[in-house]
């Protein structure tokens, strides 16, 4: 059975960094791409990252880039996303989510963890 | 920017049958495959049409996808609706390498 399941999330102030991870159970973790969706609490869901098998090619959403960083480790079955100067409307549950490649449809999902970004 | 635009909420009695639409704001929507995931409250999304008209196992007949290119729009459609189904529906698409999501639309089966 597919396991994701997140973890890190938690109350942080604005300005400072969190690291999310997500470990990975049930498939061969080195065979797919990787994903972060992000979904503000009673709003609708955002792509944030993604990043290919071997880490060769990664993509940012226009809202986290150059703050936030995906990175993954094929060794340990985990995929993260270094999120630094945090504002408040980066708060959100954060779901990782696996898809055979980059540009494909996401085959399973994560339960998400939540961070708040609040002073 | 490429968006994805969804009726806000659509509801429909049981053992109908509702359509979503998902209308793409410019370029052509067939140009990139639709996916469609479902979002019951309080869980996380799970994919249920993927590459316009796909299913994953599991997934009933009774959900289905299409893509229209004269409206330039996909849809999802659910016969013989259950109150199961009554949740969030999400379309999906990508542009530029980035992944678009609609904005959502509140399935009400009452």
């Known amino acids: 059975e597919v396991q994701l399941v997140e973890s890190g999330g938690g109350l942080v102030q604005p300005g400072r960094s969190l690291r999310l991870s997500c470990a990975a159970s049930g498939f061969t973790f080195d065979d797919y791409a990787m994903h972060w969706v992000r979904q503000v609490p009673g709003k609708g869901l955002e792509w944030v990252s993604g990043?290919?098998?071997?880490?060769?090619?990664?993509d940012y959403a226009d809202s986290v880039k150059g703050r936030f960083t995906i990175s993954r480790d094929n060794a340990k079955n985990s995929l993260y996303l270094q999120m630094n100067s945090l504002r408040a409307e980066d708060t959100a549950f954060y779901y990782c989510?696996?898809?055979?490649?980059?540009?494909?449809?996401?085959?399973?999902w994560g339960q998400g963890t939540l961070v708040t970004v609040s002073s | 920017n490429f968006m994805l635009t969804q009726p806000h909420s659509v509801s429909e009695s049981p053992g109908k049958t509702v359509t979503i639409s998902c209308t793409g704001s410019s370029g052509s929507i067939a140009s990139n495959f639709v996916q469609w995931y479902q979002q019951r409250p309080g869980s996380a999304p799970t994919t249920i049409i993927y590459e316009d008209n796909q299913r994953p196992s599991g997934v009933p007949d009774r959900f289905s996808g299409s893509i229209d290119s004269s409206s330039n729009s996909a849809s999802l459609t659910i016969s013989g609706l259950k109150t199961e189904d009554e949740a969030d529906y999400y379309c999906q698409s990508y542009h530029s390498s980035t992944w678009v999501f609609g904005g959502g639309t509140k399935l009400t089966v009452l």
């Open positions: 989510a696996k898809s055979m490649r980059l540009l494909e449809w996401l085959s399973d």
């Open positions: 990043i290919s098998w071997n880490s060769d090619h990664i």
